[in-house]
Structure formats: structure tokens, C-alpha cells
């Protein structure tokens, strides 16, 4: 999702927001300004997710089973944790047969992914928590508002 946009930001060679790219995941070699200046963009960095990360929407037709196509027969097998290889009649053929189950069809499973507004959620708290670590100067209160998004942080995450 944000492939390219970290790269982008290093390119301007901006002292206040030295962002370095990760790839697969990997974070090696960073060090606090990385985060720090990270933490400065993850709002702008994410702020499209939501538009993302819908899920794929299955309704099942209102027609009888055996006309349905190839895309259809496979979308209820998918939404059910299915095997859904094969062609057109093998897959017609096994929707049949769980439709007409004595036990009735396999129940439609839950979304893999959690809501976008979780992922939000972490970015919101990962930026105040960051931003708290990262002062100047603290006192014994900043310590404690510290902490306290830390624990938000974790329980978000």
C-alpha cells in the first residue's frame, strides 16, 4: 500500500522527516529519527486505507443453483472456505452437493482482515505514543503520559 511513498519522502531530503524505506516488513537499520519522522507521516500514509481494504462482497443469486456461472459457484465456495478449483461443472457439481448436505451448507465464514478503522486506530495511537517518546525535554508527568500511550498503543495493537 504505501510502496514508493516512503522512498518519495527520502528523496526530498527533509532534516525534520528522515524516512527510511522498509521492505517485506524489515525495519533493520532504523534508527529513532526514522521513526520519528515515520510517526510525522503515518497519518498521510494511511489516510486512504479505508478505500482499500473493503471486502469483497458475496450475494448469493436469486436463481436456481444450477444456472449459475463459473464467477458465482466460485464466490460461494470462496465465502465458505471452499476449494474452489476446477471448471465450471466440477464446481456447480460440489455447491450441489453442499447445498444439499443432510447437515445443511457450511456456515459463510467471517472477513479474514479486521476493519480499516483497527488499523487506524494502531496509526492514531502509534503517532501519540511516538510523539510522547520522542521529546526534547521530559518530567516525572511526561513519564506518565508516556506510559499511558504506550498502554494504549499495545492495547490497540
Known amino acids: 500500500y504505501v510502496s514508493g511513498s516512503l522512498e518519495e519522502i527520502q528523496r526530498l531530503g527533509l532534516d525534520w522527516c528522515r524516512c527510511v524505506p522498509y521492505k517485506t516488513g524489515k525495519l533493520g ?15 498521510w500514509l494511511y489516510c486512504c486505507i479505508d478505500d482499500i481494504a473493503a471486502d469483497e462482497v458475496f450475494e448469493t443469486p436469486l436463481r436456481n443453483q444450477r444456472l449459475w456461472n463459473l464467477k458465482e459457484n466460485r464466490g460461494w465456495l470462496s465465502i465458505r472456505g471452499q476449494d474452489t478449483k476446477g471448471n465450471a461443472e466440477e464446481l456447480r457439481c460440489r ?63
Open 95 to 157: 455447491v450441489k452437493l453442499l447445498m444439499d448436505a443432510p447437515e445443511g451448507p457450511p456456515p459463510v465464514l467471517p472477513p479474514q482482515g479486521g476493519p480499516a478503522n483497527n488499523v487506524i486506530n494502531v496509526i492514531t495511537s502509534l503517532r501519540a505514543m511516538v510523539s510522547r517518546l520522542m521529546k526534547r525535554s521530559i518530567s516525572e508527568d511526561d513519564v506518565l503520559d508516556a506510559e499511558r500511550h504506550i498502554k494504549l498503543f499495545l492495547s490497540a495493537f
Open 29 to 43: 537499520g532504523w534508527v529513532s529519527e526514522n521513526y520519528l519522522g515515520v510517526s510525522r507521516v503515518l497519518h
